[in-house]
């Protein structure tokens, strides 16, 4: 069994890391570790766990654990992990961050885009950035995974296909997100207060939100050339889900079967890539629960405009489950071992 | 492997049951049936099963199905399967039904609540009512299990502990149940149409539910005194979920810690019963997806009064879930084999 | 035209209020003060109030605004009113206080019940319960009114007629209460953070809840004899409305039709209690922006109980609405001035 | 007073119109009427109107009708009013139609998009469409308005200022439109459903929704040129509102002080458009219940691409209380008279 410890397991992606990992055939919880929780009992900080898991969220030292353990998940605010991490760790045990902090592998962009010096340029470079179906030999033989963001998944995993074949324009991809309201954490703010956002819906971060770099970072490396991207996300009332809508000009008019036959060049083998049939777009509804990214695409009428739109769970696609997705390729596992669960409907 | 078919595969409760049969680790489904989507395949009208499940809908002669599978689930409309089932099919198959049709023991209170004639006394006499926690025995041994209502099901194992032990006034017994929209089903309908419904709640079909006379039926069963309650459900704009406050008078000042020893006497062994703590009360989100019953109690302060709010997933323990672990009974498997996820939060 | 300030205008309740009086054909707004955005124009805190209201909050001394102003309505966390109201400002200006520190006569009951010692008995004692379909006259005359609570305003309207009459049992009334999410008011709190209480219902405070005594007074006031209700509130994922159940036993088996008479005989012609035709239940949606209360109820089979629905929305008949109603009876306005618009549907 | 009639009251904007209709103080609702509930009490349909509105839906002959109103509301399905309006009506009454018979000056493109053969060239010619602020001078001088579509509405309001400027590339303008589920209207439809709709997010009607063709009239009617748009349809889970996240490419690098300008110079003195301030962004909350369109812009780092944001309530700036706004403009009343309340939240 795979020792596993959470630390920050508090925030709802730790949560849901803790609730996927609990049903991981190969994997033992032996710490968590919260913050603002520490010394109390897991199961009275989140309820559905009750009669499950008995632990007791503990503060811990990062060096001691790592001999402990054989995987820790950090799952932190942003600045933090950038200063924790140390070579010793990582010889002791691998480590998946789902934070940003080694997404970005310029130290100027981070500091740039989260105000936060980067004290940690060697594990940055040693750092893979986590999109499991486009790094797979990379993530296996890494004990550092910078965890992808959720709008930067779902982002990503919709254009890649379309960005490596090189069909689209670079200078006119726009990406409109749709997000559920976990997304915003479980800490406290006005925006994310019930009255606020229920039944409204609003766009914000307009052309400033930080995983904006990120997948340009990620677009612009299968490219070639640098690319970037107008980015809106939108907070939904829901709880979980992101669509995005992402359009792109074609350099080419290249006519649906094409474009259908990159996608399944790239996705047609992955286990947690569903193409859409023609005619049929995505719901945040269908993929509830569960690791898998939903993908449709349509042409304009003068077949010169691509609109593709992708779906994924953010808590899990988007965070805990790619981050065990991760875990499994790092530990040579089947890539979906845990993760099988059928998505849950109507919920 | 159990070779498990379901008939009434598209309706919300057979989707769950799909759903959770599909990670039963002794459960393989070979038939699924659905009158209004004959010929379909299962994953274009359940799209969450887009790459999971190919099977087709057919329409089975529900006897020659019996001689090939080891269990059948029927979730179709009331007064459809009192026609369907024989002596021959249950010689051949177990059953699990999870329409109303053998719930109630009385025909009369079925035609009188159902409008629709029973032309099965025989078999009713065999079924069991199939509320897992009190009749264990009784389902390990049958052939035909009549599933619970939801409402029923949390109502019930809310209230029994007190109704065996004899300590509620009979006759002033309130039940004010509320529940998500799912339990309403797929058929579209103004009520549930959404505008109509979210953002606003509702009572309905006050003092004329359907579930009247199976709560009543169990209750008095269990006491030995014919007892009546006030049930009054309402629409609560949310998918999943039955939470039921629920009232009576103590026939003596029980204090909290008498009733509480009543409580765990029934179900501190129980797989599926959560207890809450004292001055804790269940949340129907945190038993999302799961098939717990979460169960609190406190009482007034003039010790007369207790009130008792349950809280379960309508669709797991108060459908597909009991379903399944009456199955589980049935075949002398673990009684929480393929139900060990955890509750899953915030969705 | 009257010149009104309101004191707390940042609040939901608050905000509502400033909403209503800026359609009232008599009233004009003169001052708005918030504590916590002082100085801050009220329509970069309620955007809604966009090119609409340009006043800025003020921090202003009571005294010296009760010179300025024909009407201040308090709309003032619990605690606070008791301390700022003087008779000289009373002598000034009519005051509609929208917290509970006059709601209570006894201060015994209101330091149990709020932790606060409260200092002005001699105004207690000259507050009037703002209930205004049973305090009319007492209100008009009245120089300070106690706006009442949103779940006793539903509550107290659902059963006086019945309370009045005295054909209920005094010891076995049952209030459940359903209410939105915008009744937790503004500040921020994780039971109203949106993926907490999204997707969920839950009973909270129960038998706790401060607004049983407000109700028990009212009730017992009328009857003459004391009662005491088992009140239990639950959180409903909806912004708005506010549904209560009650159910009381007869002490005869009075009929539908005696019953129907007793609240004709109270509500036939009030303005904004509207009685529902004989088997329709209110919804909290067809009350939504409007001062309604509905009101339905049905006997059980044996007529020994009765169950009552009312349904109102929270913010308006459950606080400002009422409010403004109140200033209407105590400027001898018509009733309805002011909250004459329909219900918003679907909303 | 007005004399006013509304065919088709009982679908959503019918409804909405009653009651915008109800508070205008010059107005008077003399028939009602209604195909799927013919002589049933408007109370009955939506209780709502619950002791406001007597009237009973009737089944009127247009002609005769016409005789007797000032202006007529048509709130009926596409393609029928092409086939009820004749010159004579016109003569007798005004008429603002809510439906697309009229809203598209081609009858070809109408018939491509409509599947339906219109047989009214000469009153397409005379129509108007009703979009208030850009057609103020036609409207008022109008007897056939045509009401523009909701999403065309706020997508047209958004847009216009910059493409009678000519600033807007032609042909890369992307409207991403979110809109609440009440657009969809009261008729049943699994995609309307609670379970089905509720906390999901999807696109609809990809590259092929109706509303395309009638944005893109317009947008070339002021620009001169031809302009093809890319329109994506959302469905959010929500009752109301519309919000528009518009992108476009400018021909010269603006500075966002310049476009600042072009919006002030359309829009300053309307009364129902509100221009948000720097750095803020509409949110659909802020304009509920009103005839407001809120919009708001930024430019992305390069300055080469816009994003606007517009918001509105689609059952009233988007449908009905345009509707109202227009007779205001034909009977040469106060534009927003009757249309005065404050937007409501939260709601």
Redesign the interface.
Known sequence: MIKAGVIGATG?AG?EL??IL??HPEVEIKVLSSKNHNNQVYESI???????CELKCEENELEALSNQLDIIFLSLPHGVTSKLLTDTILKNVKVVDLSADYRLKSEELYEYWYKIKHDNKDLLNQAIYGLSEWKKKEISKSRLIANPGCYPTCALLSLLPLIKEGILEE??I?I?A?S???GAG?S???T?????????????N??SHRHTPEIEQELSEINGNEI?V?F?P?L??????I?C?S?G?LKNSNSYDEIKQIYEKYYQNELFI?LAKKG???????????N?C?IGF?????A??I?V?GAIDNLVKGAAGQAVQNMNLMFNLEENMGL????????
Chains 1, 2, 3, 4 share one sequence.
């Not at 989140?46 to 499950?52: A, L, P, Q, S, T």
């Not at 939904?236 to 889900?241: I, K, Q």
């Not at 349509?298 to 003068?302: F, G, I, Q, R, V």
């Open positions: 709802y949560q803790v609730r609990y049903n989140y309820k559905n766990f009750n009669k499950i200078d006119n726009i409109d749709k559920g309201v976990s479980r406290l703010n006005l994310t207060h019930f009255s606020e956002c229920n039944e409204s819906v609003k766009a914000y307009v052309t970037s107008t809106t939108h939904v009332p829901m709880n979980r889900g669509l809508t359009y000009n569903r049929v777009f995505p719901e945040t509804k269908w993929v509830k629960g569960s898998y939903d349509t042409l304009n009428k003068s010169s405009k609109i739109i099988k669960s059928v998505p849950m409907f109507p919920v």
